[in-house]
Nanobody
Framework: QVQLVESGGGLVQAGGSLRLSCAASGRTFSTYAMGWFRQALGKEREFVAAITRSGGTTSYADSVKGRFAISRENAKNTLYLQMNSLKPEDTGVYYC?????????????????WGQGTQVTVSS
């Protein structure tokens, strides 16, 4: 089992940047493929980005490709999401998630563990 705690959310103007972090505890972090999802008010949770156990493969939603970057530091048990050129439509609660199986997945059902989320608000 792994526990996930997100941080780094906040209020930012359009065009700005934020870096989200996800601290993992419990079983060895490097045995989990990881992902970020987000949920806007009144909308379904959607895939943002995913990364394999080693960090060698990443995947992004089309809406964030070229603006966001997912990365991980297995030695620090930490996952990151660097978000640049933020838009108002990026507003939502961002969730860190983990799956014991390797490989990237854009489906929330593929992930077993979830953090509590961190709010990101982008003003126009």
């Amino acid at each position: 089992q792994v526990q996930l705690v997100e941080s780094g959310g906040g209020l930012v103007q359009a065009g700005g940047s934020l870096r989200l972090s996800c601290a993992a505890s419990g079983r060895t972090f490097s045995t989990y493929a990881m992902g970020w999802f987000r949920q806007a008010l009144g909308k379904e949770r959607e895939f943002v980005a995913a990364i394999t156990r080693s960090g060698g493969t990443t995947s992004y939603a089309d809406s964030v490709k070229g603006r966001f970057a997912i990365s991980r530091e297995n030695a620090k048990n930490t996952l990151y999401l660097q978000m640049n050129s933020l838009k108002p439509e990026d507003t939502g609660v961002y969730y860190c998630t983990a799956r014991p199986r390797n490989g990237v997945s854009m489906y929330s059902a593929a992930y077993e563990y979830w953090g509590q989320g961190t709010q990101v608000t982008v003003s126009s």
